[in-house]
C-alpha cells in the first residue's frame, strides 16, 4: 500500500508539509527556534498535527525531553492524537547508538505509552504498524534480551518502510534502526552502507530534514565511510541550530576525518547551547570531544582549561535526567575520560597512575580510569599500582559479561589484555608482552568504537608501536604507527611516532613527512609545547 493510498480516507485531518526551519518559536532569550523541516503526516487534528512535527524534529535531532514534553503538547490540544504516544514511547528510549541495557524504570515508561496510544487508538493501519514496531522495544521485557528486542525494531520497521514506500518518515526511522543495529565486528559495514543510501537518497530532496542529515552521520561513523558524510555534517548545524546535539554531532565526522579545528568549534557551540538550555550530559560529552581535538593539535592549555572546569559541570549533572542525545552516560564517561586523556595523550605517566576511579552504575568510564592508571603505573615502573588497577579491570569485565553487556565487556577485555602486557613488558618479558600487546591489538581492529567516545585512550596498535621503539624496532613500529593512522588520521601520537621511528629506521625523509604533518595539525600549539612539536620543528627546519 502507498501512502497516497494511505491518504484518501482521512484527507480532511491531515494537514499539508509544516516547515519548521520557515517557523519563529520562542527558544531562549529573544532567540528563535530552528530545527529543520518535518512533514510527518497523522491523523492527529489541525490543532495538534503541527505540535506534533515539531516533536518529532526534536526527536530526530535525539532532543530527548524537549520531544516528550512536545508530544505531550500535541495530546493536550489533541487528546486523540495516539500517535503522539509512539513519539513518547520512542522518545523514551532515547539515543539508540547509547550501549548499554536500558533501565527497567525506562522499559516501564516506554511501555505505558505503548499501552496508552494503544488505548486512545490508532486509526489507521499505518499508525497502528508504528505503534507494533516501537512495541519491540518494550515486548516481553523479563525474557527477551535488548539485542533481540531492537533487532525485532528494526525488522518491524523494515516491514512498515516497505508497505508504505511513500511515507519518507518510515524509511528514514528504518534506516535509523538499520544502522543503530549494525554489529561493530561486522567490516563489511553492509548494514551501514544501506542505511547510508537510503538516506543519502532522501537528503538529496530534503536537504532541511534534520533526521536524514543527523543518521547519515552515525551511518558513516567508522574510519572507511566517515568522508561520505561530510557534506550532511557540514549542513547538520545550519539545519538545527536551536539543538546542542545537532551543533554536536558533525565533530563525530571531524574527528573521523582528522578535521581537529572543524571538531573544536563544533563542540564549542555545542556546548554553549547545552548549558544554556540545561542540557548537562550534552555539554559534557562535547567537553570530551573538544579535548581530545585539543589534545591531538597541541592545545594542551586549552584542553586543561576544559579539565580544571570539570569540578563545576559535574556540579549541575544529573546522570538521571532526560535530555538530549548524549545520555546520562555519556555524562559519567567524559567525567572519567577527560582527565584520562589529559594525562596519557602527553605521556604524563605519573599523573595518569594517581589517578582515582570514581564509582558509578556505568562500569565503563571507570574502566577508563584503571586503563590509564595501570598504563601509566607500568611506564614509571610502579608494578603494585599497575597490578591493582589490573584487577580493577579485570572485576569490572567480568561484571559486565555478567550483566549482559557484551559489547562494554569486550572493549574492556582488551584494556585488560593491553595493561596485562605493560606490566608484562615492565616485569622483563618483552616477547610475551609483545605478543600479547599484538593480540589486544587483534581485538580492537575487530570491532570499532562506541559513538560515546571520540578514540579510544591509547590505541592498542599504537601501543604496539611504542612497546616495539623501547625494543629498538623501529622499523616494525613505523608499520604499527602507520596502521593506526590509517584508522586514526592526524593522531599525534602515532604521527610523533611515525616520525620517530623513520628517524630511528634511517628513513630521514620519511621522517621529515610525518614531522611536516603533525606541525600542520599543530599550527594553534602551545609554544614551545610537547618535546615532539620541539623535536619536529628542528628536523622539518634542518636542510632536507
Known sequence: ???????????????????????????????????????????????????????????????????????????????????????????????????????????????????????????????????????????????????????????????????????????????????????????????????????????????????????????????????????????????????????????????????????????????????????????????????YAYLQTGQDAAARKLLDALPEVKARFDPNAIGSGAPGSAGVFALAAIPARYALERGAWSDAAKLLAQASRYLYPEAMTYYAKAIGATRIGDRATARGAIEGLRAIRDRLAQQEEPY??????????????WLGFAEGRPMEALAEMRAAAEMEDATEKSAVTPGPLAPARELVGEMLLQMKEPAGALKEFEATLEHEPNRFRALSGAARSAQLAGDRQKARSYYATLLKICERADTPGRPDLVEARRVVSATP
Open 1 to 291: 500500500m502507498t501512502l497516497a493510498h494511505w491518504c484518501l480516507p482521512v484527507a480532511l485531518t491531515i494537514l499539508p508539509a509544516v516547515t519548521l526551519g520557515a517557523q519563529e518559536h520562542e527558544h531562549g532569550a529573544g532567540g528563535t527556534e530552528k530545527l529543520g523541516t518535518v512533514s510527518f503526516q497523522t491523523s492527529c487534528t489541525v490543532q495538534g498535527q503541527p505540535l506534533f512535527n515539531r516533536a518529532v524534529s526534536l526527536l530526530h535531532s535525539f532532543e530527548f525531553s524537549r520531544a516528550i514534553t512536545g508530544f505531550n503538547a500535541a495530546l493536550a490540544a489533541d487528546p486523540s492524537c495516539a500517535m503522539a504516544e509512539w513519539g513518547i514511547a520512542l522518545s523514551r528510549w532515547s539515543n539508540f547508538f547509547a550501549p548499554g541495557v536500558r533501565p527497567a524504570g525506562v522499559l516501564r515508561q516506554g511501555l505505558d505509552a505503548v499501552t496508552q496510544a494503544k488505548a486512545i487508538g490508532l486509526k489507521t493501519p499505518r499508525e497502528n504498524a508504528y505503534v507494533e514496531a516501537v512495541s519491540q522495544l518494550y515486548a516481553n521485557i523479563e525474557t527477551s534480551d535488548q539485542s533481540t528486542r531492537v533487532l525485532a525494531y528494526r525488522d518491524r520497521m523494515a516491514a512498515l518502510a516497505a508497505e508504505y514506500p511513500d511515507d519518507t518518515e518510515a524509511s528514514i526511522f528504518y534506516a535509523l534502526a538499520l544502522a543503530a543495529s549494525a554489529s561493530p565486528s561486522d567490516k563489511t559495514y553492509a548494514d551501514l552502507l544501506k542505511a547510508g543510501g537510503i538516506l543519502e537518497g532522501l537528503f538529496a530532496t530534503q536537504p532541511d530534514h534534520p533526521g536524514l542529515a543527523h543518521y547519515i552521520i552515525h551511518s558513516y561513523d567508522v574510519p572507511p565511510l566517515a568522508g561520505h558524510a561530510l557534506a550532511a555534517a557540514r549542513r547538520y548545524a545550519i539545519i538545527a541550530p536551536a539543538s546542542p546535539h545537532a551543533l554536536h554531532m558533525p565533530a563525530h565526522t571531524f574527528t573521523r576525518l582528522g578535521l581537529w579545528q572543524e571538531s573544536i568549534d563544533s563542540n564549542i557551540a555545542a556546548a554553549d547551547v547545552a548549558k544554556r538550555t540545561g542540557v548537562t550530559a550534552e555539554e559534557l560529552h562535547s567537553m570530551d570531544y573538544r579535548v
Open 408 to 421: 562494554w565487556a569486550g572493549q574492556v577485555a582488551i584494556q585488560l589484555r593491553s595493561a596485562s602486557a
